[in-house]
């Protein structure tokens, strides 16, 4: 019988007073593979410059993703798209490093992670290139829950204009425990 991982309130219920004796060695499997925390991390291997429709919409940045080998509970089912693959909902912690570069000066470029393709809010993040247009740096952190099959992305809205921003390095990171 495979392994099940159960939320909290289930391996409560599970693992009661066991005035019964009731508790079985699957029911003890499915206790450590509940508490066996869940990661997954991604990297752009490849940049790619992305170029925003508009200065006022996020949309998720470009380029060749690679998942990170070891993997546990996350995949990359599509290319910039980090995926849950649990049962259980769980509470997750993501952290995105990236650094950028634009062929323009004076860029004010705003970052959020997405959930679904939903950009959240309160992540956002904000930078502005200088002149020559040197390398940046920005870190954005979320705490989040997830079900199976959400997947996490990061966006981009450039709002000094339509100009394309490479994004030279980026790597995201999820790491969940039990809910």
Avoid: C
Avoid at 62 to 75: C, E, I, P, Q
Avoid at 90 to 97: E, F, L, N, S, Y
Avoid at 138 to 153: E, G, Q, R
């Amino acid at each position: 019988m495979a392994d099940t991982i159960r939320t909290s309130t289930e391996l409560f219920a599970l693992l009661a007073d066991n005035t019964d004796g009731n508790i079985s060695a699957q029911d003890l499997r499915d206790v450590l593979e509940s508490l066996r925390d869940g990661h997954g991390e991604m990297y752009i291997s490849s940049s790619a410059g992305t170029t925003p429709d508009d200065d006022a919409t996020y949309k998720d940045i470009a380029g060749t993703y690679s998942l990170v080998a070891g993997a546990h509970n996350w995949d990359m089912n599509s290319n910039g798209q980090l995926r849950y693959t649990g049962v259980a909902d769980r509470h997750v912690h993501i952290w995105v490093a990236l650094s950028m570069s634009t062929a323009s000066n004076n860029q004010v470029l705003n970052f959020r992670i997405a959930k679904n393709g939903d950009s959240i809010a309160h992540t956002t993040i904000g930078r502005k290139t200088g002149t020559g247009s040197p390398m940046g740096a920005a870190a954005l952190f979320d705490f989040s829950t997830v079900s199976t099959n959400d997947y996490i992305t990061v966006q981009i809205r450039n709002t000094s204009g339509a100009n394309a921003v490479t994004i030279d390095f980026m790597t995201v990171i999820a790491h969940d425990g039990i809910d």
